[in-house]
Structure formats: structure tokens, C-alpha cells
């Protein structure tokens, strides 16, 4: 299956993160490569809200090619107002196709976030065959809740 990461205009509520970060997709549109962020309170994107609180990130990246194959490293993934990880143990990443607006298509499994906010995430994703605008969300991961899948707290930036 050949995805194609189709790039759309960015959203008012997006363009200050995005403008801090870089996204890219090779030639071919089959590959999508962005820095990562932390979130700011009151954001919704692909359904999902973000934390209540501020995050920060020290460095991260996201890399999702056309096979589906999801690597994600971030370092330094933790609240902007006591540099912890506020006892968050894992992480998902969720892959929105159509921008802030749009819904998740595809979520990974879940890994560890260390206490220095270190998380590396790499997995297979069944994926749509078009995908406009990506955005992929760090989300928290909780085992015993409904849904586990809690607030996004760090995303990509949006294909553009």
C-alpha cells in the first residue's frame, strides 16, 4: 500500500508551533518527517484536547513512511513549569489525517516515559491510502482508564 501524505494549509490555533518547527515529505510524498513540540493548553486537534498544562520539549522527531513503519524519538517531554514528567509512566502516538480538523487514523503502542521525559516509540501502523495534513500526537497512555488513551502533551507539526 502506497500512502500519499497530502499537505493542507496550517490552522490559526497550529501556525505558532508550527512555525517552530520544521515538517517535511520527500519527493515521492511517501515520507513524513517533522520536529516535535510540546502542547499548550486549550488545543483540539483530530478530536483529542491537549493537557491542561504547558509541555515542553528538548528535542524531538517524528519519522512515518508509506509502509506504516513509525519512528518517534523525544527527549526532554516535560511540564514547562516544573520540568517533570508530572509521574506520566507511557506515551502513544496517534497519526490525525486532516489537520486540526481531522480524525485519528492509526495509534501506536505504548512506551515508557522515563522521568527525564525520555520516550522512543517505534511500531507499524495500518494506514489510510491518502493522509492530508498529518499531525501525529504524543499522547498519555492509561492502562485502567476508559479511554486509555488520555490528552495529547506533544505533537508534529502539519504537513503544509
Known sequence: MLTKFVGVGLTAALMVAAAAMTTEAKDDDTTYQSAI???????????????????????????????????????????????????????????????????IAATSVQAGLSVAGNAEIRDELALPTICPAPVVLIQIFRPASVPQFGPFIA???ISG
Open 37 to 103: 513540540v510540546g502542547s499548550t493548553p486549550g488545543m483540539t486537534i483530530g478530536g483529542v484536547t491537549s493537557g491542561g498544562a504547558a509541555w515542553k520539549v528538548a528535542r524531538g522527531r517524528v519519522t512515518l513512511e508509506a509502509t506504516g513503519r513509525l519512528k518517534i524519538e523525544v527527549f526532554g517531554l516535560v511540564l514547562a513549569a516544573n520540568d517533570t514528567t508530572g509521574g506520566i509512566p507511557e506515551v502513544v502516538a496517534s497519526l490525525v489525517c486532516g489537520g486540526s480538523g481531522g480524525s
Open 155 to 157: 505533537l508534529s507539526g
